[in-house]
């Protein structure tokens, strides 16, 4: 960039209230630069929406309030505008792109529609030349084909393709400001590489600054120029990209950095972790909000602290900073792994699964055909006793599934699944419910994975009760309270109601649960990804921690990639029903074979940004096929960078390329 | 241990109210319609003792009078004060509109359960079945009702005439029943207690019933307000209640229509009774339903 480029967008001490008493933005304040990309990072409810949203004044009328602050935007204060004015430069001046890519398009108008309506209104263009404007629009987003598909609806759009159709309802007027509010958490981790990789050289090209609301700090790291980083409604720290990954002067930086499990490094220790939970915004500390998490707390944290200018240029909240950059206080390393319980010349196999395959039939009606779903897709693994698989794969590709086949939610259309060498789909009944009870669930939405109308206590005890593992109700009580402890719950929280505990407590109670039966294999089902980093951490840990005492095994069904690495040692990829590679974590990381595996390790991005501008990422192109109508032959052969006419022809099997190491690929050489 | 939640207790609502104090709080308008519908209870448990006059007995003395300090609501062609049978009128709605509501919910909660929980061909029949009664309007319904069942009068109220209203509601209530219990059924706490080897006995009643309760509950209260009207229009046609027990669709049939013109009391005061009533459940059971939703609570 030649010289420093005006200044675009200050947002001078922002306070927001909810219901008069709630802030949930408290003296925020930032400025944005022309053609930068602004990552506003922070966990859930830190007032990261919050923000955007009312900086593009949309937050609900009568709910929010503005408090204090001034926006200023080219030359305008954006709080003394009329709503007439506001209108006018939402959607031309400042343009903004939210997380649901399925729902903030109207099903019932065409893209075409959708994206001339800010042109007609904004521009005053007429019919012909919105047209040709929206057909130049979506090529810009890389959308072929335009002149056609302008004329579709949005249901004929994968959600990818959707989020490109608004970026380009976001670009119609020219915008100078785009605010993106989570833009790719809902899409899967190749489609997310896809976008943010536009977004990033769309606002290159068009200079356009971009403001980058999200929790992934990999994203971050990727492609934000400065950062600020919210807790608790408030910025604790604010810098350049660099300067806050390698530098962080907040010890709530430094503890979020440290508590994401990381794509690119071997796994040695446990992962660090930051305590407790954030602050209830209604009745926050007085002082520093971090001040009962945080690890270096001292006397004169009661006080407010101030963001103030650091070694590094940016700004931290915090009292002790200088003592942070000086190195005088640091965290205390994190505890080594716990040492896992497996034998010396290899596990024991305790799950095999045997060719398996599972297909659903969908729109079936009267005098019509019904498509058939093939879910998984003669899958053929094996798991040890104490170990943890790793299942990763995208959205569809069938690894929720085959974890609902393990656990005989859903009855398999062929092939076998053997616990201990006994074949669970062939079992008796009463043997069925007998083996139910060793292979137990934790699922991921820690919401809705807990009947509401049961307290913690009598979810817990239920089992206990049911199987008859504990006689009389004091007994039961006692192992309730001991269950409690083992997943670090209070005795006391067994009185209360699922919706009482914070997302973090549900997932425990949701643990204890399942150790109520005494399993001996348990299937994560995305366990820890509706949390919040600094959450997730601390039931990674929990998980380990249980796996060494008690001898668990784990079948771990994840689609982050980093979290999988963390925990797992084995690792499986799927994709669209099959298994595309098997081996050893740390093999399938340094070395991955299979090209899928190869591109999804590249889409993934690492929360460092010296290390993502040395990656130059490679963009897989093209959506996931329907599973309705999946491609002949190598399922991957229409995404795939090395394909060839071959590929069209052959299923390839998994073959053991390197010892313990299976990929399934005709591309991929045998290696000594 | 490290990694041991800080749990510090969470202040949800205060707690020192007590339900129906913290329902009153949240829900001032349901708690005003609730006050109504205790007062029409009251009216109809007490009210041989509390209205001014018999309901049943004729003054000739004291013909089509108008609204007074003696006859708060005027009296009627025969000279039966008005206030008195809307009192006692209170009694028919609250008996008839009660049960057959309970009834028709129950038995449609029951189908639609039962619709949801078993699937496949259960599901298609009761399904097929539902939409044959949906296809009549309800007031339709309820006079092929009466026709068939003729009149079954036990201590003064008709049962048909209670099976009649409560007919037409049973598709409707268990076409929502079904709705919820299907949403229910594929949450993950039913997966979790299907894993866990839980009969299914278990699971129906001690995982699902408890969550369609809400919607029951909700639909219950409507249907209160509906059966209440559903009465009132069968009385009118002459079908329902028959002279000379007091009911507010009676009140206006006969000859209050002859005499509307030059005694418009006789229509205004029941007809307020009417609209009261039906106001009173209907807006009882959106502040139920909002008090209910978890994710409307603050």
Not at chain 1, 27 to 47: P, R
Request: proline letters at 7%; glycine letters at 8%; charged letters at 20%.
């Amino acid at each position: 960039m030649n010289g420093p480029a005006p200044e675009l967008l200050r947002v001078e001490d922002l306070s927001v209230e909810f219901g008069g008493r709630l802030r949930a933005v408290d003296g925020v304040g930032f400025t944005v630069k022309a053609g930068e990309t602004l990552a506003v990072v922070g966990e859930s409810g830190s007032g990261k929406s919050v923000t955007a949203l009312s900086l593009m004044r949309l937050l609900p009328e009568g709910v929010g309030r503005y408090a204090s602050g001034r926006v200023s935007f080219d030359g305008k204060d954006l709080l003394d505008l009329s709503p007439g004015e506001m209108e006018k430069l939402r959607g031309q001046d400042i343009a903004m792109i939210f997380q649901e890519p399925m729902t903030s398009l109207n099903p019932i108008l065409t893209i075409g529609f959708q994206i001339m309506e800010p042109l007609r209104i904004h521009l005053g263009l007429t019919g012909a030349q919105a047209r040709a404007r929206a057909v130049e629009l979506l090529g810009l987003v890389g959308i072929s084909d335009a002149e056609r598909r302008l004329d579709q609806y949005p249901h004929q759009f994968s959600g990818g393709m959707r989020q490109r159709v608004m970026i380009a309802i976001g670009l119609a007027c020219d915008p100078k400001l785009i605010i993106a509010d989570e833009p790719t958490t809902a899409l899967d981790v190749t489609i997310q590489a896809q976008i943010l990789e536009l977004m990033k050289d769309l606002s290159r090209r068009l200079d356009i600054a971009l403001i980058l609301i999200t929790h992934n700090l990999g994203i971050v790291a990727r492609y934000a120029d400065r950062v600020a980083v919210m807790y608790a409604a408030r910025i604790v720290e604010s810098g350049t990209a660099e300067a806050v990954f390698a530098r962080p002067r907040h010890p709530y930086t430094m503890g979020l950095l440290r508590s994401v499990p990381r794509l690119d490094r071997a796994r040695q220790t446990r992962l660090a972790t930051i305590e407790g939970l954030p602050p209830d915004l209604a009745n926050a500390p007085s002082g520093c909000r971090f001040a009962p998490r945080c690890p270096f707390a001292i006397a004169s944290c009661a006080e407010p602290p101030h963001l103030s200018e650091t070694d590094t240029g940016g700004l931290s909240a915090c009292h002790r900073w200088e003592e942070i950059a000086a190195g005088t206080i640091r965290e205390v390393p994190a505890e080594p792994a716990p040492a896992r319980l497996l034998a010396a010349d290899g596990p024991k196999e305790i799950m095999r699964l045997e060719k398996l395959s599972k297909t659903f039939e969908v729109g079936r009606g009267i005098g019509r055909k019904p498509g058939i779903v093939r879910a998984v897709e003669q899958v053929s693994l094996s798991v040890g006793e104490g170990e943890t698989l790793g299942l990763v794969g995208e959205s569809g590709c069938g690894k929720s599934t085959l974890g609902r086949l393990i656990l005989g939610l859903e009855e398999p259309t062929s092939g076998t699944i053997a616990f201990e060498g006994k074949d669970i789909t062939a079992a008796p009944p009463a043997e069925r419910r007998r083996l139910r009870r060793d292979i137990q669930v934790i699922f991921q939405d820690p919401f809705s994975s807990l009947n509401p109308r049961m307290t913690v206590g009598s979810i817990v005890e239920e089992p206990l009760k049911v199987y008859g593992l504990r006689k009389g109700a004091r007994a039961r009580g006692e192992r309730v309270r001991e269950l409690l402890d083992q997943v670090g719950l209070r005795a006391d929280m067994a009185e209360r109601y699922p919706h009482q505990l914070s997302g973090g407590q549900r997932q425990r109670v949701g643990i204890a649960r399942a150790l109520a039966m005494e399993p001996r294999f348990i299937v994560c089902d995305e366990a820890v990804s509706a949390l919040d980093v600094s959450i997730q951490g601390q039931i990674i840990n929990l998980l380990e921690r249980l796996q060494a005492e008690l001898g668990l095994t784990f079948l771990f069904i994840a689609h982050d990639l980093a979290v999988v690495r963390h925990i797992s040692t084995r690792v499986a990829v799927m994709y669209l029903g099959r298994v595309m590679e098997i081996a050893d974590r740390d093999a399938i990381y340094a070395e991955p074979l299979h090209p899928y595996t190869k591109v999804l390790l590249d889409a993934a991005p690492v929360p460092d940004p010296e290390i993502e501008k040395t990656r130059a990422p490679r963009i897989v192109n093209g959506d996931l096929p329907s599973p309705l109508s999946p491609p002949p032959g190598c399922v991957f052969h229409t995404r795939c960078p090395i394909a060839t006419e071959e590929c069209r022809g052959i299923i390839p099997e998994p073959r053991e390329i390197r010892p313990g190491h299976f990929a399934a690929c005709i591309k991929v050489e045998a290696q000594p | 241990m490290t990694d041991t939640a800080n749990l510090q207790p969470r202040r949800l609502n205060r707690p020192t109210f007590g339900a129906l104090g913290r329902f009153a709080y949240q829900q001032p308008v349901g708690a005003a319609s609730f006050v109504v519908i205790v007062v029409m209870l009251l009216a109809g448990i007490l009210a041989p003792w509390v209205s001014p006059y018999d309901a049943l007995a004729v003054d000739y003395g004291a013909l089509l009078s108008p609204p007074s300090l003696d006859h708060l609501a005027g009296t009627d062609a025969f000279g039966r004060d008005v206030f008195s049978r809307i009192i006692h009128g209170a009694r028919t709605a609250m008996i008839i509109g009660l049960s057959s509501a309970f009834l028709g919910c129950t038995g449609g909660a029951i189908l639609g359960a039962a619709s949801a929980f078993f699937g496949g061909r259960v599901d298609a029949a009761i399904q097929r079945f539902v939409d044959i009664l949906l296809a009549f309007p309800l007031v339709v319904l309820a006079l092929v009702v009466v026709a068939i069942l003729g009149r079954n009068p036990v201590f003064g109220i008709d049962i048909s005439l209670i099976f009649a209203i409560a007919i037409p509601i049973v598709p409707q209530v268990s076409r929502v029943i079904r709705a919820a219990a299907l949403t229910v059924q594929a949450m993950p706490y039913i997966d979790a207690a299907r894993t866990a080897g839980y009969s299914n006995s278990r699971i129906i009643l001690r995982h699902m019933a408890p969550n369609l309760v809400t919607p029951y509950l909700i639909m219950l209260t409507a249907y209160i307000a509906q059966a209440i009207l559903l009465e009132a229009t069968l009385s009118f046609l002459g079908l329902g209640v028959a002279e000379p027990t007091p009911a507010w669709g009676l009140m206006l049939s006969g000859n209050a229509q002859d005499f509307f013109l030059t005694a418009p009391w006789l229509v205004i005061f029941p007809g307020i009774a009417i609209s009261l009533a039906v106001i009173a459940f209907n807006l009882f059971g959106d502040a139920l339903r909002d008090y209910l939703d978890p994710r409307l609570k603050q």
